[in-house]
C-alpha cells in the first residue's frame, strides 16, 4: 500500500489529480512544481496524512473547517500559495502539529486562538499575509515552540515571537 508519495521540484505541470485524495497516504509532497491553480479540496480526505507539503503549487481559495478533520497532521507546509479568507478555528484539532508554515499567502483576519491546542508545535510561520490583531496568548503558551515568525505589525506584546518580518518574500 502507498503511504509516501513525494513528487517535489519535478517540474510536474497540470492539475493535481483528484485520486490523489483517494489514496490512504502518511506523507504527500507536491512542493515545487507547476500545477494549475486550485483549492485544498483533494487533501482533507485523507485522514491518515502526517506530512502535507503543497508550497508554492498555485493553491487558490481557502482552507475549509475539514483541515480539522487531518488530525495526524504532523507538518503542514501550504506557504507561497494565493490562499485567503481567515484560518478556521478548526485548524487547532490538528493537536499532532510540529510544523506550521503558511507564509506567503493572502490570509486575513485574526490569528485563531485554537492553533494554542498544538501542545506539540514547535514551528509556527505565518509572515506574508494580512492577519490582524495580537498574537493569541494560548500561542504563546505553547511550551514547546521555538520558532514563531509573523509580520512585524502583529503585536506579540508577550515577547512571545522569536522574529518578524515586514512581508516581503
Do not use: K
Amino acid at each position: 500500500m502507498l503511504e509516501v508519495l513525494n513528487l517535489e521540484n519535478n517540474q510536474l505541470s497540470g492539475a493535481i489529480p483528484d485520486f490523489l485524495g483517494d489514496l490512504p497516504l502518511q506523507v504527500l509532497r507536491l512542493s515545487g512544481n507547476d500545477w494549475d491553480e486550485g483549492t485544498l479540496g483533494f487533501v482533507y480526505g485523507i485522514t491518515t496524512l502526517e506530512d502535507l507539503r503543497l508550497d508554492e503549487t498555485n493553491r487558490v481559495g481557502s482552507v475549509d473547517a475539514a483541515i480539522g478533520d487531518l488530525v495526524n497532521l504532523e507538518r503542514l507546509e501550504i506557504h507561497a500559495n494565493q490562499l485567503e479568507g481567515e484560518l478556521p478555528e478548526e485548524i487547532g484539532a490538528c493537536e499532532a502539529m510540529t510544523y506550521l508554515d503558511i507564509e506567503f499567502n493572502l490570509f486575513s483576519g485574526p490569528i485563531p486562538a485554537s492553533i494554542g491546542n498544538m501542545q506539540n508545535l514547535v514551528e509556527f510561520y505565518l509572515s506574508g499575509n494580512d492577519f490582524e490583531g495580537a498574537m493569541p496568548d494560548e500561542i504563546c503558551a505553547i511550551e514547546l515552540l521555538e520558532f514563531l515568525v509573523p509580520d512585524c505589525s502583529i503585536d506579540c506584546s508577550q515577547d512571545c515571537c522569536t522574529n518578524c518580518n515586514d512581508g516581503q518574500a
